[in-house]
């Protein structure tokens, strides 16, 4: 144990390790751990100061960069005038072309008969024989007799004979404004509405077939029910009263499309169910 007097004089790592064994080694830990907090301390506040003062460094190091200006190009005063006689013109477009004069027919004036009085008749009124062969118009012109050839006409396509374009009509399935039943309602009604017309077939509820047809139709531009047809099956018997009952569906308001109506084909489900 230390006396009074030595812990008077004793630092805090005496006091510690008094009585103890002072070469494991926690005491020499101890007693650098000063030495090494201010070495550490030391090292960081230089590189602290080496960091601050570096881009200073850095700066005064720096070597100016000459600054090209800009090359600017003045005329030569001393270069002759450019004559404008021998400046070189723009070239002229070509004159259109004019489209080539279609033949002239020549026509026979045709004025309707009225019936007047003797000193008012005019003797203009070319004979009925002479008008069978001839081109009818509102004036007298020469020309050459007999039609005249102009050609296929051109379009957007191609050059085409009159008559030989056909439009085909186009069945949607979805369009803009769809048929609807004079009620209105949409597709809801019209299934409703072949439900309540079909009748259970007698075969069918001896045999207890239930479940669902699939049937589909165009509601053509006239509001009429065409190409009717089974798309799902149940048997011959439901097919075909499906069928009848699709076709006592009163006349539809046709579907339009961009202001045009047009076909619409529906495929709806139709159920049968033994109650």
């Given amino acids: 144990m230390m006396t009074n007097a030595q812990?008077?004089?004793a630092s805090l790592d005496d006091i510690v390790f008094d009585g103890r064994n002072r070469h494991y080694g926690a005491y020499q830990l101890r007693a650098l751990y000063q030495r090494h907090m201010t070495r550490a301390l030391i090292i960081a506040t230089a590189l602290l100061a080496l960091l601050l003062v570096f881009p200073l460094v850095a700066q005064l190091l720096k070597k100016d960069v000459a600054v090209v200006p800009p090359r600017?190009?003045?005329a030569d005063p001393m270069a002759p005038p450019l004559d404008p006689t021998t400046a070189t013109p723009p070239p002229v477009a070509p004159p259109p072309v004019a489209p080539p004069a279609q033949p002239r027919?020549?026509?026979?004036?045709?004025?309707?008969p009225v019936v007047a009085p003797d000193p008012q008749a005019t003797d203009d009124v070319p004979e009925q024989a002479a008008l069978q062969e001839a081109a009818i118009s509102s004036v007298t012109r020469e020309g050459s007799a007999g039609p005249v050839d102009l050609g296929p006409l051109e379009s957007v396509d191609g050059p085409h004979e009159i008559g030989t374009d056909v439009v085909k009509e186009t069945t949607y399935t979805y369009v803009e404004q769809m048929p609807e039943l004079p009620g209105g309602g949409g597709q809801a009604a019209i299934v409703a509405a072949i439900q309540r017309a079909v009748r259970?077939?007698?075969v069918d509820l001896r045999n207890g077939t239930e479940g669902r047809v699939y049937a589909s139709f165009?509601?053509?531009?006239?509001?009429e029910v065409t190409d009717l047809k089974i798309v799902k099956s149940l048997s011959t018997t439901l097919d075909a009263e499906t069928l009848r009952a699709i076709k006592t569906l009163p006349k539809f308001i046709p579907g339009k499309?961009?202001?045009?109506e047009v076909n619409v084909s529906f495929t709806v489900p139709i159920s049968f169910k033994i109650q």
């Fill in 200 to 202: 259970y077939p007698s």
């Fill in 105 to 112: 027919v020549a026509t026979i004036r045709f004025t309707p």
């Fill in 218 to 223: 165009t509601v053509n531009t006239k509001g």
């Fill in 72 to 74: 600017t190009f003045t």
């Fill in 7 to 9: 812990l008077a004089t």
């Fill in 257 to 260: 499309q961009n202001g045009r």
